[in-house]
């Protein structure tokens, strides 16, 4: 990337994805780790590796994510806690 464009200016953080169901219902931690492996450990990965570039540049992070951080949907909860542990 660096060596295509030779720096990073902005970082867009979009990735996710869903898992539907009730928390205590979650008999694998697959279900539960595949939602953060995405929507959390993505996101520190591609920060991590852009934070350097952007301290250069001058450029910033842009997370969109959902409106289930204010207002928790029931059977979302694995999805909620990977949006929620973005804003920390």
Request: with cysteine.
């Amino acid at each position: 990337l660096i060596e295509f464009y030779a720096t990073v200016d902005h970082l867009v953080s979009n990735a996710g994805v869903m898992q539907m169901g009730f928390i205590e219902d979650c008999t694998q931690i697959s279900d539960f780790a595949r939602v953060m492996d995405t929507n959390f450990w993505g996101f520190v990965n591609c920060s991590r590796f852009a934070v350097p570039h952007l301290k250069k540049s001058r450029g910033r992070i842009i997370v969109i994510s959902s409106a289930c951080e204010w207002l928790p949907i029931p059977r979302y909860g694995f999805y909620y806690v990977g949006n929620v542990s973005q804003q920390m």
